[in-house]
């Protein structure tokens, strides 16, 4: 745990180079997969098409329990692209991680508070702006006021608290694996009992963090769903 992130300061800015490299690395990966599907198709479709597609399927399940698919068709590539990402950025950083003279530069990207609250101020954002677009200024800002004008105060907050609990959610679930396993890969360091201690229970708690990146990847995706529908459509 000796280590530190790699900050460039750049016109008075911070940037933290590592969550810049990863989140790159899992752009580069999810659109590998997306032209990989979407390369030879076929109507019975194999391997990577087949995968793709029951994705796809998956999250139309998603948005079909919070509203109406005429509503929420808009939102499948969205969703697709949020579960997609979300679960390959959750798992880089299981097989391994880089460290370079006390330097981390390869780790999951949404172990990163930075990382996960950006991504849940931009789901909050596009459920106001796709609120405001269907339904209209006049229209939208009353659903601050109903059902009686004094829960105005409650519903704002209610917006901040839904980003941070969205972000710190999927950051929490992240970092506290990649504690633990970083602490397992250090007792294998002591020796051969340190590595008949460790390699074990870091061998399965990577399948357990395998399972909880998916599950948090899924929850985000959820959310979204959940929240987009509470602003688009008029019965909720």
């Not at 198709?41 to 995968?51: D, E, I, V």
């Not at 919070?66 to 969703?79: A, H, I, V």
């Not at 596009?126 to 409650?154: N, Q, S």
Request: hydrophobic share 55%.
């Amino acid at each position: 745990m000796d280590h530190k992130a790699p900050i460039h300061e750049f016109f008075g800015l911070s940037f933290n180079l590592s969550n810049i490299l990863m989140i790159t690395v899992a752009s580069i990966i999810v659109f590998i997969i997306a032209v990989l599907g979407a390369r030879t198709l076929a109507m019975k479709p194999t391997g990577m098409q087949n995968f793709v597609e029951w994705i796809i399927d998956f999250v139309k399940g998603i948005i079909g329990s919070n509203m109406d698919w005429k509503t929420g068709g808009r939102f499948l590539f969205l969703g697709v692209t949020l579960l997609m990402y979300i679960f390959v950025s959750n798992i880089l950083g299981l097989p391994f991680a880089v460290v370079i003279d006390h330097t981390l530069w390869w780790k999951s990207p949404t172990a990163d508070p930075g990382v996960t609250l950006t991504l849940a101020a931009m789901v909050v954002v596009l459920t106001h702006y796709y609120g405001i677009k269907m339904k209209g200024v006049a229209e939208y800002g009353r659903d601050y006021i109903r059902p009686l004008p004094f829960l105005l105060p409650l519903k704002i907050i209610e917006e901040f608290a839904n980003t941070l609990t969205l972000g710190l959610r999927l950051y929490g679930n992240i970092f506290a694996g990649e504690i633990l396993l970083s602490l397992l890969v250090g007792l294998t360091a002591h020796g051969f009992v340190g590595i008949l201690g460790g390699a074990i229970p870091m061998l399965l708690w990577q399948g357990f963090s395998l399972f909880i990146g998916t599950i948090q990847a899924f929850i985000f995706t959820m959310l979204t769903m959940v929240y987009m529908a509470h602003k688009v459509t008029k019965d909720h």
